[in-house]
T-cell receptor, first 117, second 111 residues
Framework: GAGVSQSPSNKVTEKGKDVELRCDPI?????LYWYRQSLGQGLEFLIYFQGNSAPDKSGLPSDRFSAERTGGSVSTLTIQRTQQEDSAVYLC???????????????FGPGTRLTVL | RKEVEQDPGPFNVPEGATVAFNCTYS??????FFWYRQDCRKEPKLLMS???SGNEDGRFTAQLNRASQYISLLIRDSKLSDSATYLCVVNSETSYDKVIFGPGTSLSVIP
């Protein structure tokens, strides 16, 4: 079946431009996560959506970052006025906490590699 | 204290060796525990869940010690293909449905 998809796979932008990254989760998955991973570093949590609950935005590094999830499915991560330190791989994952174990297994998309020049 | 901490690594071991990774977590109420594997330049993928009684999958054994709040992963008879970063994952203190990834421990299996 279809997994998590992300687009674009690569994005090169100039400093100061806005970018939008898209995530299509697995159909029926109620939870959606965004992470950031810089080269050689661990996963940095950004934001978490769960059903109709208010999103957990505690990981967003600044107010230049925002995300929305429309209709409980597709999510868009927007970075405004990009900076060079925003360069990283942005990973999206979805999960379905209601299914049997492994409870909360996260399925990751291939990521979007963002390069800010 | 970070919610999830792991051995800093990297671990460099010869083929056939046994290697163990440890992970500690801060939320005593955590109920979900996992080990993920991330290959270089790839997304993380679930390796195995960790159950209270401990569980084994081929050469991999996961253990949970609730009293000490740590999780371990043992890899026996290491293969070159085991080279990857191993991520410990625990559900969050702030939200039961949310999971937190540890920083990962890098393993290189050397011929």
């Amino acid at each position: 079946g279809a997994g998590v998809s992300q687009s674009p796979s690569n994005k090169v932008t100039e400093k100061g431009k806005d970018v939008e990254l898209r995530c299509d989760p697995i159909s029926g998955h109620t939870a959606l996560y965004w992470y950031r991973q810089s080269l050689g570093q661990g996963l940095e949590f950004l934001i978490y959506f769960q059903g109709n609950s208010a999103p957990d935005k505690s990981g967003l590094p600044s107010d230049r970052f925002s995300a929305e999830r429309t209709g409980g499915s597709v999510s868009t991560l927007t970075i405004q006025r990009t900076q060079q330190e925003d360069s990283a791989v942005y990973l999206c994952a979805s999960s379905s906490p209601t299914v049997p174990p492994p409870y909360n297994e996260q399925f990751f998309g291939p990521g979007t590699r963002l390069t800010v020049l | 204290r970070k919610e999830v901490e792991q051995d800093p690594g990297p671990f460099n071991v010869p083929e056939g060796a046994t290697v163990a990774f440890n992970c500690t977590y801060s939320n005593s109420a955590s109920q979900s525990f996992f080990w993920y594997r991330q290959d270089c330049r790839k997304e993380p993928k679930l390796l195995m869940s960790v159950y209270s009684s401990g569980n084994e999958d081929g050469r991999f054994t996961a253990q949970l010690n609730r009293a000490s709040q740590y999780i371990s992963l043992l890899i026996r008879d290491s293969k070159l293909s085991d080279s990857a970063t191993y991520l410990c994952v625990v559900n969050s203190e702030t939200s039961y449905d949310k999971v937190i990834f540890g920083p990962g421990t890098s393993l290189s299996v050397i011929p």
